[in-house]
């Protein structure tokens, strides 16, 4: 069973910039969820998706974030414009569907904003 | 509010001697449980899960963790540590509602 895949593995992007991320869950699972990890602290839900619908997107910042996900399968999130703390690593998971299964995680992508 | 207490920030054993990484939990009903590990500069991997079957949970590279209800706890333990399972730990609780991760226990192996 392939993995979920995320790209890119680093971006290193100014201040004020935009940046997007790239995920494609494990194939048949119906539940995306999109996390940020600050170093040094444990991963934060940022939006979870049942198919291509919202779940929860309380912790978002929408001022400056989005997130879509085309067709229930890819998902892309967005940053713009970028401030220095949103370096982190952004991490996306996937399940079949209620979290009692677990979720797979990719490997992530580091972000660094100068 | 539903949480997850990970009562050691750093835990740090000799290589050889068992490993107890403690995990607490507070919930109205039986939650599913999990714990991950994430190495450095790696993804987070299943180590293991309960989900209300057998309270003894076996998982991967010789961990398992038990639930018990009574001490609302479910602490990840491992007979003899080796050096690669040096890393971070997470507990995450998830369920029907919002999935909470634990702060994270860095375990450190000494040689």
């Known amino acids: 069973e392939a993995g979920v895949a995320q790209s890119p593995r680093y971006k290193i992007i100014e201040k004020r910039q935009s940046v997007a991320f790239w995920c494609n869950p494990i194939?048949?699972?119906?539940?995306l969820y999109w996390y940020q990890q600050i170093l040094g602290q444990g991963p934060k839900l940022l939006i979870q998706?049942?198919?291509?619908?919202?779940?929860?997107d309380s912790q978002l910042p929408k001022d400056r974030f989005s997130a879509e996900r085309l067709k229930g399968v890819d998902s892309t999130l967005k940053i713009q414009p970028a401030k220095l703390e949103d370096s982190a690593v952004y991490l996306c998971a996937s399940s079949p569907g209620s979290i009692i299964y677990g979720y797979t995680f990719g490997s992530g992508t580091r972000l660094t904003v100068v | 509010a539903q949480s997850v207490t990970q009562l050691d920030s750093h835990v740090s054993v000799s290589e050889g001697t068992p490993v107890l990484l403690r995990c607490n939990y507070s919930?109205?009903?039986?939650?599913?449980l999990f714990w991950y590990v994430q190495h450095p500069n790696k993804g987070l991997q299943l180590l293991l899960k309960?989900?209300?079957?057998?309270?003894l949970v076996k998982g991967i590279n010789g961990f398992e963790a038990e639930f018990k209800k009574s001490e609302t706890s479910f602490h990840l333990t491992k007979p003899s540590a080796h050096m690669s399972d040096a890393a971070e730990y997470f507990c995450?609780?998830?369920?029907?509602?919002?999935?909470?991760f634990g702060t994270g226990t860095k375990l450190q192996v000494i040689p």
């Open positions: 919930s109205s009903y039986s939650p599913s």
């Open positions: 194939s048949g699972h119906a539940t």
């Open positions: 309960y989900t209300s079957a057998a309270t």
């Open positions: 998706f049942q198919n291509n619908g919202v779940v929860d």
């Open positions: 995450v609780r998830g369920g029907y509602q919002k999935v909470t």
